[in-house]
């Protein structure tokens, strides 16, 4: 039987909620089964975290070929963006709330041989994401505060998913809306029906006993009929 699988709906598992013991065990398991490992990087200064930086990805880098898609929340992203893209990132995301004008960021990743994503927090609205979005590879909605996993999804940040995919697809684009915070198998399809299309998903897949069958529940969920 033909079965028709939308090829641009992602799974991003994100290493945040992953045993950090064992950190190479965890991604290379899932590594089969994802379409994008997420990293989240934080600073201590722009979220009131730290969590891992470049050495952890630059060890992680020969484990898998999956993309690794680094969640940058700190301040001064830019200036780490060629040791990132050294020690085997694929694209980062930079914070709107960071750089209010992402030109000259989205110049530099692109300089450095990196994707460009740009995030918005939740109180952050449609209306100054807007002028930037062709500037993207991809638009990342949080729906949660960024800073700690497994926090609770915020409805409400749907809202402004549809308002993005509403753009890119009047205006003809291809960029992607990743959705990420709170998201698992009773939201999942609720943040597909909005125009999401890359998942990031951490509690819901490392924080069970079995990621691999989490990620594939997911995914069922995405296939669910619209
Ligand atoms: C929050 C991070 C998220 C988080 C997602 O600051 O940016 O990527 O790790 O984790 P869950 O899925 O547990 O909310
Ligand atoms: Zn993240």
Do not use: W
Not at 54 to 80: E, G, Q, W
Not at 100 to 109: H, I, L, M, S, Y
């Amino acid at each position: 039987m033909l079965c028709r699988v939308d090829t641009t709906l992602q799974i991003a598992p994100s290493i945040l909620a992953a045993d950090f013991s064992r950190l190479g065990e965890e991604v290379s398991a899932v590594a089969p089964h994802i379409d994008l490992l997420h990293v989240d990087v934080m600073d201590g200064h722009f979220v009131p975290n730290i969590s891992l930086g470049i050495p952890v990805i630059a060890s992680l880098r020969p484990v898998t070929d999956v993309k690794f898609d680094c969640h940058l929340m700190m301040l001064n992203p830019d200036f780490y963006f060629e040791p990132l893209r050294s020690a085997g990132a694929d694209s980062v995301s930079v914070h709107l709330e960071v750089f209010p004008n992402p030109t000259d960021a989205a110049r530099g990743a692109r300089a450095s041989d990196l994707d460009f994503g740009l995030a918005v927090n939740p109180p952050t609205p449609f209306d100054a994401v807007e002028p930037y979005i062709e500037l993207c590879d991809m638009v990342v909605v949080m729906s949660v505060n960024p800073g700690f996993g497994g926090q609770s999804f915020i409805e409400a940040t749907l809202k402004k998913v549809e308002l993005i995919r509403n753009f890119v697809e009047s205006h003809g684009l291809l960029t992607d809306i990743q959705v990420d915070g709170g998201i698992g198998a009773a939201n999942i399809r609720r943040a597909r029906d909005a125009g999401a299309n890359v998942f990031v998903a951490g509690s819901s897949v490392f924080g069970t006993a079995d990621p691999v069958q989490a990620i594939e529940e997911l995914r069922g969920k995405l296939r669910e009929a619209q």
